[in-house]
């Protein structure tokens, strides 16, 4: 009954798919097993204690995506170079376990400037699955946000800001963590606005955060801090979204404020949802890889 | 023998000078028994533990600058308002021990754009007693950095940027920990001024610094990572130092950057040793509030 298997194994998490030869998913599976934790001699083991049930006599063909590709990953998946299509040369692990062929599929990688994706790859050949003829920019929000340039169906180029990240430790770990009140639509927009035309300001703004706190019991700290840091971000990439179609690829909360911060300043968007998406790219793979 | 004492008690450290009538320094403490580690009613029993064996019947006559004066520290010292002398409205602190008459210095405020100092303050007052006449602008680099106006012996404005904290928290905990490398002066000033003309670039330069380690064996991180985070102040605090007269008010590694970082740029800087400011600042505050 299961026909092939994907697999969505980043630094922090592993997500499985059994698939029937229709494409549909007949099971489902999560873990906290991420490749951040494990050592690569541990993958194999790992992915089989999920996987044992739905394998029989004949060889189970597994696509996998992310850091599991990585050089501190299960097997090293070397990224293709831009402008590339966003799925080509997938590797294939020599695994003990002779029932099972699992496939890595490569990051992308730019020589200039130096930037590099592992996993947003799939995502996007899935929104390209359903979308084919798309010409534009994707925006795939996170704690390293990727701007990515699409062109008959390549990757032609991409830039990563690791907001997320600062967003992250700012609001958890520096004195800003005491002024973060409620959230506020309003001083999100407005903020955003002059961030983006003085980026310079954003550092100096984000410690008046904690001095309005203090003097003036300002309480919408943690809208201010989103928009000087997404603000700062929307500055440094006006050449990929000013006057472009852009889609964001991303989930809840944080692809909402995207569209929001974009909206504000005369964007138009699409909205799709990542999960969806990297199943619908590792398809694609499987069909390319094994077919 | 020990006239009065002064003491310089932060968020982290707690110092204590015992001086003669003459001004002379005759013994120096030092402790960890910082202000956000201690209850206001902790502070006047850690303070008695170091100074008792100076104290005899005469009413000792104490100074204190820093986080003390805090809404959190021992007893709050209502912030002075730009334009104001560093050092105006000292608080007597109610002590239970009659001995002690404990003073401690008010912090400064901003209105507009919002912002605080608490213990710069004094060491610019201290930088003032020797300099009374100077008319330019102060830099003291820090967790906190600060960019301090001074006309006619007052703080007119000042601009506070937290740059050290993004550094240590970058550098500790981001994805760039992985990435330092070495120093490399060269490096620094080439990144330093790339960075002023292109602030808004600065976010996507992060990750870069990642990027480059990957795929270049790119080996100065550190140096590329500190040049976009004082790139980003100074092309936020222009209005203080082009054609200004600036001088540096820090300590050791710190300092010789922003030094650098200044020069870089075509700016000539005096250095001055923060710790011997502090002292120097209240020295200035006993002969006001106690004579």
């Known amino acids: 009954m299961v026909d092939w298997i994907a697999v969505d194994w980043g630094t922090s998490n592993l997500r499985i798919w059994a698939l029937d030869a229709d494409g549909n998913v007949v099971a489902e599976k999560r873990s906290d097993e991420g490749m951040g934790g494990l050592e690569p001699a541990a993958a194999e083991g790992v992915l089989l204690s999920h996987i044992e049930a739905w394998i029989s006599d004949k060889v189970m063909p597994i696509i996998a995506c992310g850091m599991v590709g990585s050089r501190q990953g299960w097997q090293e998946a070397p990224y293709n170079t831009t402008p590339t299509a966003p799925i080509q040369n997938a ?4 695994t003990k376990d002779a029932r099972i062929d699992v496939r890595i599929l490569a990051g992308i990688k730019q020589d200039t400037p130096a930037d590099v994706m592992r996993g947003e790859e799939t995502q996007i050949a899935g929104f390209l699955a359903s979308r084919p003829e798309f010409e534009g920019v994707i925006c795939l929000p996170g704690t390293h946000s990727k701007w990515v340039e699409i062109s008959k169906g390549r990757v032609m180029q991409f830039q990563t800001i690791l907001t997320g990240e600062l967003f992250a430790l700012l609001s958890k770990q520096s004195v800003l963590r005491h002024s973060l009140g409620t959230w506020d639509d309003r001083t999100f927009t407005d903020t955003l606005k002059d ?14 955060i904690r001095a309005r706190g203090l003097l003036e019991g300002d309480n919408v700290g943690i809208a201010r801090l989103s928009a000087g840091l997404i603000g700062c971000e929307l500055a440094g990439t006006t050449h990929y979204w000013q006057n472009r179609h852009v889609v964001i690829i991303g989930t809840g909360a944080l692809a909402r404020l ?7 300043i005369g964007q138009k968007t699409e909205d799709y949802r990542a999960s969806d998406l990297t199943l619908n790219g590792l398809k694609s793979a499987y069909k390319e890889v094994f077919k």
């Open 91 to 94: 590797i294939k692990v020599k």
């Open 195 to 208: 961030t983006i035309q003085a980026p310079q300001n954003m550092f100096s703004a984000l410690f008046s």
């Open 258 to 264: 995207y569209a929001l911060a974009l909206q504000a």
